[in-house]
């Protein structure tokens, strides 16, 4: 997430670039280094400000309980009767969690950013908590009771989003938990609320999201099985993604990454839209996603998501370029969107491609970036992607790479220097970019060894098991099983 406050409360027009890196600028309003302060043990950062600026006053009044309990009372463990608690919402509408969604920006195995936006912007009358715990503490039927409980505090940053023609302040919240567990199932809930009293055990007008959930990482270097899920270009489709997204959500994953166009131009309304399609992957999964053509408004982009500041990135390209260590594989995300954003971020992929090649805990390096490397569908090769780009992979042992931008599938044979290669030397490239954008012709060129026109739409899952990376790509709907390979190292 940039930070940065509003350029059109300046009245400076609404976008142009920022320049400020994360955490250098936007206003902090209670201390991130204090996260993790437990519930008998409360900070000063854990009291939100009382006085509520000309809020209306929370209705929801004192919750009752032992330590935080938000939802029906009563022991864990009892024969499930409930629903899962309702979001227990501000009463002010432009104060409610909206669009809450998980992202990595540091350690997977140990930390964990939960960001929402609100309608409300006095960045000093609102502070954004995260109530969290170990899913252990969790009841079956959905109460949130977390005996173990913690608060995090965040931080929030405006930035300006079109609404109709239209540009109105937004405020995203980013809550990073840190010294997480690795290897373990968390849940939270996401909001405000006015006060914590921590003789009483009880929370003052929580205003809370609805629970929201994540397993964390296995430690850099283990090589325990992982699954992911890719998929990219969605603009237009949220109707359709909002009917299979629920079932989307069970399908086992890490984390979804997702390469571009998930918009058509991306104003703020169609990332509203957008968010609520995907809500219940959103919930359960940290979502990795780079920018495409279509995320015109890129400041409502990187203001929404909250990506790895990886050093070394000249500051106008943070974020445009990031990478994790998850278990043995090393993610990279790139900002494809011409000859000019690649070069901005290549001397640091240089080295970062470099250091992971040399990493004796990683087995596997996969790029993701929007724009297509080979491709037999209407966008066909992107010149600066193969002059710039499949070089620095070829010299430095990146094994697959993931676009988007062609709303087709597609797979490469093993290439290396532009020829077909054997598996163990070439690199795979994969187009999945059919998560219900409008649907592309697919082609046959010299580098094809699968491919499938984008009507049947398309997402990838990704097993990888110490060296044994294994890929099966589906239809939308999921009943057909459109390509599998298996890339060993
Ligand atoms: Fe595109
Ligand atoms: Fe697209």
Redesign the pocket.
């Known amino acids: 997430m940039k930070r940065w406050t509003s350029l059109f409360a300046l009245g400076l027009g609404t976008l142009a670039a920022c320049t400020a890196p994360p955490g250098s600028g936007g206003t902090t309003q209670v201390d991130p280094e204090a996260v993790g302060a437990t519930a008998d043990t409360p900070s000063s950062a854990d009291t939100a400000p009382s006085a509520d600026s000309g809020a209306p006053t929370p209705t929801s009044g004192l919750v009752s309980g032992f330590d935080f309990v938000v939802g029906p009372d009563g022991p864990c463990g009892a024969p499930a009767t409930g629903t899962p608690p309702a979001p227990k919402l501000h009463s002010d509408p432009k104060k409610q969690v909206r669009n809450p969604h998980m992202t990595w920006q540091r350690d997977p195995a140990t930390t964990l950013t939960v960001t929402w936006t609100t309608e409300w912007t006095d960045l000093a009358s609102y502070a954004p908590k995260l109530l969290y715990g170990p899913a252990q503490a969790m009841c079956d039927d959905g109460r949130f009771l977390l005996k173990s409980g913690k608060v995090a505090p965040g931080i929030g940053a405006t930035y300006d989003a079109t609404v109709g023609d239209k540009m109105v302040p937004v405020v995203a919240w980013t809550v990073e938990l840190k010294d997480l567990d690795p290897d373990t199932d968390y849940v939270f809930r996401s909001g405000t609320f006015v006060e914590l009293d921590p003789a009483k055990k009880k929370l003052t007008g929580p205003e809370l999201g609805k629970v929201g959930s994540f397993r964390t990482a296995p430690k850099k270097g283990d090589r325990k099985p992982m699954p992911f899920v890719f998929a990219g270009?969605s603009?237009g489709g949220a109707p359709t993604i909002a009917v299979r997204a629920p079932t989307y959500a069970q399908i086992p994953a890490l984390a979804w990454f997702f390469s571009g166009?998930m918009n058509t131009v991306g104003t703020q309304a169609e990332w509203n839209d957008w968010f609520k399609a995907m809500q219940p992957i959103l919930d359960r999964r940290p979502l990795m996603p780079v920018q495409?053509n279509?995320e015109l408004f890129s400041d409502v982009y990187y203001n929404q998501f909250a990506l790895p500041a990886m050093p070394g990135l000249p500051a106008e390209w943070v974020e445009h370029a990031w990478a994790l260590d998850i278990g043995n594989v090393h993610f990279v995300g790139l900002d494809s969107n011409s000859s000019d954003n690649v070069k901005g971020s290549l001397e640091w992929l240089t080295s970062d491609l470099k250091q992971a090649a040399a990493d004796k805990d990683i087995d596997f390096t996969i790029v993701q970036y929007h724009h297509t490397t080979y491709s037999a569908g209407p966008h066909g090769q992107t010149p600066w992607v193969k002059e710039l780009l499949v070089p620095l992979f070829e010299k430095h042992g990146v094994d697959l790479v993931i676009n988007?931008?062609d709303?087709i599938y597609e797979r490469s044979l093993p290439i290396l220097n532009d020829k077909a290669s054997t598996p163990d030397k070439g690199i795979t490239y994969v187009v999945a970019?059919g998560f219900y954008?409008p649907a592309y012709k697919n082609g046959q060129g010299w580098w094809t060894k699968v491919s499938h026109h984008g009507s049947k739409a398309n997402y990838m899952q990704l097993l990888v098991h110490a060296k044994v990376l294994t890929a099966t790509a589906w239809s939308g709907d999921g009943k057909e099983k459109l390509d599998e390979f298996v890339l060993m190292r």
């Open positions: 270009d603009r166009d495409g279509h988007g931008h709303h970019g954008a």
